[in-house]
């Protein structure tokens, strides 16, 4: 009996699939995430979980290690593709299952697929990687067998307590893309916390939920109702990537389907019927509250000393705050899809200010609102458990492609 081959094509069926996303795909990214509900294929937590890793947006060179670090924990038969273009992604996606049947059972390297369309680390000459895992760079006391060596250091009664050191991101599923947040640890409390952009990765051009802000401040014709979509759309997005950290599947789907809906210019009438279940949902759920309060206190006083606007301000409040935000958001968003207003971007009338406030805020100041965002996450880890660490940064879910200023071209 064949059972590799069986195995095979039980993968290439449906094989889990490990989305990495880099800096300035995020088109890329809802893409591959469409594609991967058509197919109904299933979404990998870790490397060794998955069949397939699906890279959206282009490597930025030949040498990317925590790529080849992923690549090199998953188990064979595996498949890789990039997709460098929205428009790609479908054909990167069907390319996966012929890969999957072609894979090699021994360690070298297969004949490389169409350039440009479909990849493999080693057509990027990524190196294999065989200590730590992606999420785990950045190690300051060695490793053994694989895993990070604790220090010590004192803790907050002056005892000499274990710390380690740990890394999140860059490719933790439902993660910011380009996030790096360095971590030291005792026990399960996180006693310090600093973020940093990926290493190596490529240079976001712009930020795609920004694009309607960004457009007006260039002086190209935008109606507010765009605005008003592609706002609507960034916060179903957050509400389905903080709903799938938190273990909540169904509603975290609905979410990205609905997110898709009002990208793909559905009428309001027709969102209004699905959005507002899943808002009442989401926002009277006792368990959601119970495991998101309390966690990631952000008063309005201190989000404003550090520059944060938008709805992690008007939260003034915790992870669960936040997500009660954004879905009041969602709902005031869709009353406004058909406004044909210019979207004023510079005007000084108290009116038009408020189309400046993008959906992480403020979109007309030297510091973009992610950048403000960022600078208050080491203090919201502070003194949290670690298990809590993805809730805290999914109910920011900072945009780092904002940090370049740069236009949608």
């Not at 992604?89 to 350039?115: F, K, N």
């Not at 895992?133 to 694989?146: N, R, Y």
């Not at 909540?248 to 789907?253: E, K, L, S, T, V």
């Not at 368990?287 to 966690?295: E, F």
Request: glycine share 12%; charged share 20%; proline share 9%.
């Amino acid at each position: 009996m064949d059972v590799r081959g069986a195995v095979r094509r039980v993968l290439a069926g449906s094989p889990p699939v490990l989305l990495v996303t880099l800096p300035g795909a995020t088109a890329e990214r809802l893409a591959v995430e469409a594609g991967l509900r058509e197919r109904g294929w299933p979404s990998a937590e870790s490397p060794a979980a998955a069949a397939a890793l699906v890279v959206a947006g282009e490597p930025p060179g030949p040498h990317v290690e925590w790529l080849g670090a992923l690549w090199s924990g998953m188990p064979r038969p595996k498949a890789y593709v990039t997709v460098a273009g929205a428009a790609e992604s479908g054909r990167a996606l069907d390319a996966v299952p012929r890969l999957l049947i072609a894979e090699p059972l021994g360690a070298g390297p297969q004949p490389g697929p169409p350039h440009g369309v479909v990849s493999r680390p080693e057509d990027h000459e990524v190196p294999e990687s065989h200590g730590g895992h992606a999420d785990h760079g950045g190690h300051h006391g060695g490793l053994v067998a694989g895993l990070p060596m604790a220090e010590r250091a004192d803790d907050r009664d002056g005892l000499r307590l274990d710390q380690l050191h740990l890394s999140l991101g860059p490719a933790l599923p439902d993660w910011p893309a380009g996030l790096v947040v360095d971590v030291a640890l005792q026990g399960d409390v996180i006693q310090h916390a600093e973020v940093r952009p990926v290493p190596g990765g490529p240079p976001a051009q712009c930020s795609f939920w920004n694009e309607p802000w960004q457009r007006a401040a260039r002086g190209e014709p935008v109606t507010r109702g765009a605005a008003e979509r592609r706002r609507c759309a960034a916060h179903l997005d957050s509400v389905g990537r903080f709903l799938a950290v938190a273990g909540w599947p169904g509603p975290a789907a609905r979410a990205r389907r609905l997110r898709d809906a009002v990208l793909g210019g559905a009428g309001r009438e027709e969102l209004v019927g699905e959005v507002r279940p899943l808002v009442r949902q989401v926002g009277g759920s006792r368990t959601l509250r119970r495991l998101t309060t309390g966690i990631g206190s952000l008063p309005a006083a201190r989000a404003k000393s550090v520059g944060v606007t938008g709805p992690a301000f008007v939260a003034d409040g915790d992870a669960h705050a936040r997500v009660r935000v954004w879905l009041k958001e969602i709902e005031r968003s869709l009353s406004g899809l058909e406004d044909a207003r210019a979207l004023a971007v510079d005007a000084e009338s108290a009116e038009s200010a408020e189309s400046t406030v993008g959906p992480r805020g403020r979109c007309d100041g030297l510091m973009s609102p992610s950048q403000a965002l960022l600078d208050a996450l080491p203090g919201l880890l502070r003194g949290a458990e670690f298990a809590c660490a993805r809730l805290i940064v999914a109910s920011l879910d900072p945009d780092l492609d904002e940090l370049q200023g740069a236009g949608h071209g």
